[in-house]
């Protein structure tokens, strides 16, 4: 082995390192070649630079890229085979470098980080939202309806949800223009489906839109009714469930739908229980993370971004980053203090990193503990606020008479 723990005091392990001096030469001899890759001495051919030139030229440089390469190389297995966490603290390291031809041995001292025992994750309160499937498929039946929904004309005057064909004159030719438009969608703009009930067929009205602050009155225009037309909804039959979906009987159509319904919900369902148990074991354990382990997650997510970054922007991915790390080590330590071991074929079914699979596995398995151990409860029915619109900066008004501009 490699390396050999001569020490565990507290959190503190020191550990010696030893390395062959023929694994030393070979380190030396691979620098040697990446530095003079691209390196042009006049007399030399590229790549054939004798060894005492760059000893003399780049003697450093050689030096303390091996050494980081013989650390490296001799470190990972430590990491790989122990289940460390380190400090922010530096570690203490023998200020001993590699010598060409001799075997390299020196010791470094490391600093472990100790999670807090966890507490609090027994028990934990979950309160489930009530769920109606059946509810569910008739709201998602309307939402496939609607999608196949005809308008028939009507002798009638124009109410919610009719289609109202409109004539205007264009503002840069002599013809005018045609606007369908479904009372309650608003895609005229806020205020003009307002001005729509109650007209029929060659009613006109005038309107123009209106911003607050502005001086300067917009003209308004003549609107013309051409047309009113009645939504008419498919039946729910057979026919539509061919049409919709492909389905050979409206029963077939419902049980597809119920069965996405209810594939989607017990997604959802997992992920809020995952929430909620994250974020009170979050609130149950606060302390503070190791900054680099911090640091480093908070580099990931910002070079993930596309958008440049702001000061806010990287406070925000920095708190992110600091919860993501506190539920890592805590899940973590939950998984040690319960015992939670990882079997060979599970570590051979994930594959990659030994150490980064096993805390995967472990804290899966200690969050599917806290899970299991979880008290859950209905939560109580409270009414949804109506969803507040957001203010436009303008609207339609009804204009009943305009006066005529007088030339100047």
């Avoid at 308004?220 to 009113?228: L, N, Q």
């Amino acid at each position: 082995m490699a390396y050999k723990i001569t020490s565990e005091e507290s959190n503190r392990r020191t550990v010696s390192f030893h390395m062959t001096a023929e694994r030393v030469n070979t380190l030396f001899r691979e620098v040697r070649r990446e530095i003079q890759k691209d390196l042009v001495v006049p007399g030399f051919r590229k790549g054939k630079i004798p060894s005492s030139i760059l000893n003399r030229r780049f003697g450093n440089l050689i030096l303390s890229e091996v050494a980081e390469k013989a650390h490296r190389e001799l470190s990972d297995p430590l990491f790989e085979e122990n289940d460390w966490i380190l400090s922010d603290t530096d570690p203490e390291l023998d200020p001993v470098l590699p010598v060409e031809g001799n075997d390299y041995d020196y010791t470094v001292t490391y600093t472990l980080f100790e999670t807090p025992p966890p507490s609090d994750y027994n028990g934990v309160s979950i309160k489930v939202p009530e769920f109606d499937g059946e509810k569910a498929l008739e709201e998602a039946l309307d939402e496939i309806r609607n999608r196949f929904v005809s308008f028939d004309p009507v002798e009638r005057a124009a109410t919610e949800g009719d289609l109202v064909v409109l004539e205007y004159p264009s503002r840069d030719s002599s013809e005018c223009r045609r606007a369908a438009v479904v009372i309650g969608r608003e895609n005229m703009g806020p205020g003009f489906d307002e001005l729509l009930p109650g007209l029929s067929a060659g009613d006109g009205f005038k309107a123009r839109m209106e911003f607050p602050g502005v001086e300067e009155i917009p003209k308004a225009t003549d609107f013309r009714v051409i047309e009113v037309r009645e939504p008419k909804l498919p039946e729910l039959n057979d026919e539509f469930a061919r049409t919709a979906g492909g389905f050979e009987t409206m029963e077939e159509l419902r049980e597809k739908l119920m069965e996405n319904i209810s594939t989607r919900h017990a997604a959802e369902l997992k992920a809020f229980r995952e929430s909620v148990v994250i974020d009170s074991l979050l609130s149950s354990n606060v302390f503070q993370p190791p900054s680099f382990m911090v640091n480093n997650l908070a580099k990931d997510y910002m070079q993930r971004l596309e958008e440049e970054a702001t000061p806010e922007t990287e406070n925000s991915v920095r708190e992110l980053a600091e919860r993501k790390v506190r539920e890592f080590l805590i899940l973590r330590q939950i998984a040690i203090q319960e015992n939670l071991g990882v079997t060979p074929e599970e570590l051979a079914s994930e594959g990659g990193s030994v150490s980064s699979a096993t805390d995967r596995i472990r804290n899966e398995k200690a969050l599917e503990l806290v899970l299991s151990k979880a008290v859950e409860t209905p939560a109580e029915h409270t009414p949804e606020p109506d969803a507040k619109k957001e203010e436009a900066s303008w609207r339609w008004t009804a204009v009943e008479d305009e006066p005529e501009k007088e030339d100047s």
